[in-house]
């Protein structure tokens, strides 16, 4: 089965400066996506990045990017000049590629409730 | 709005009692998942509908619980004889295809007391 594991609950940051999220995974599958989505305390869940694991280019929307490491199995999401409404809590999220049962459901990891000080 | 929509958006009730919840998912998106969020964790698969066919069901979702999605367009989540442990958010999501993005509703949160 796979895994997904968010080591830090909590992480700060000061506005305008970086912060790095961890996420690593466990999958024996060789197809498949990860994601991370962020959940403001008005609890509706918002798709922040989503990386395919046969490109080898980290993916980066904006002030968000990747840094994907598929022989680690380690998914980090960068956030660049913090800004207030990117406290939320984020999920770093699984799912297996395009075959076979299974290939739909999103695994989660426990998340990790992201501060920004001002 | 035209987002994925979850009635009601809180609901309390008492040990034992039946539930339901409704989803309307965003207009065409044939596909919805029903998640379910304990306070700490992160959300846990039930079960997935694609159009009115329910193709998967998590092992989480026992014999009290029951989802339908007649016609493709909403879906109800019911839960049967309540218990505790089922005090949970209840998350709904729909998507139009398999590869494109999943939009989560704002959940229904249950406290079972």
């Known amino acids: 089965a796979q895994t997904v594991t968010q080591s830090q609950p909590e992480m700060s940051v000061q506005e305008a400066e970086t912060v790095t999220l961890s996420c690593t995974y466990d999958?024996?599958?060789?197809?498949?996506?990860l994601f991370w989505y962020k959940q403001p305390p008005s609890r509706q869940m918002i798709l922040v990045i989503r990386?395919?694991?046969?490109?080898?280019q980290n993916a980066t929307e904006n002030r968000f990017s990747v840094n994907f490491q598929k022989a680690a199995k380690s998914f980090s999401l960068k956030i660049s000049d913090s800004q207030l409404g990117d406290a939320a809590m984020y999920f770093c999220?699984?799912?297996?590629?395009?075959?076979?049962?299974?290939?739909?459901?999103?695994?989660f990891g426990k998340g990790t409730k992201l501060s920004v000080i001002p | 709005d035209t987002g994925v929509s979850q009635n009601p958006r809180h609901k309390i009730t008492k040990r034992g009692q039946n539930v339901t919840f409704r989803c309307d998912p965003i207009?065409?998106?044939?596909?919805l998942y029903w998640y379910r969020q304990t306070l700490g964790q992160g959300p846990e698969f039930l079960t997935y509908?694609?159009?009115?066919?329910?193709?998967?069901k998590s092992r989480l979702l026992s014999d009290r619980f029951s989802a339908e999605r007649p016609k493709g367009s909403f879906s109800t989540l019911e839960i049967q004889r309540t218990e505790q442990g089922d005090s949970a958010m209840y998350l709904c999501?729909?998507?139009?295809?398999?590869?494109?993005?999943?939009?989560f509703g704002q959940g229904t949160r249950l406290t079972v007391v």
């Open positions: 999220a699984y799912r297996r590629g395009n075959s076979g049962a299974g290939s739909y459901q999103l695994t």
């Open positions: 509908f694609q159009n009115e066919a329910q193709l998967e």
């Open positions: 990386q395919e694991a046969y490109k080898q």
């Open positions: 999501a729909s998507s139009l295809g398999l590869n494109t993005e999943a939009f």
């Open positions: 999958t024996s599958e060789s197809d498949y996506y």
């Open positions: 207009s065409e998106h044939n596909r």
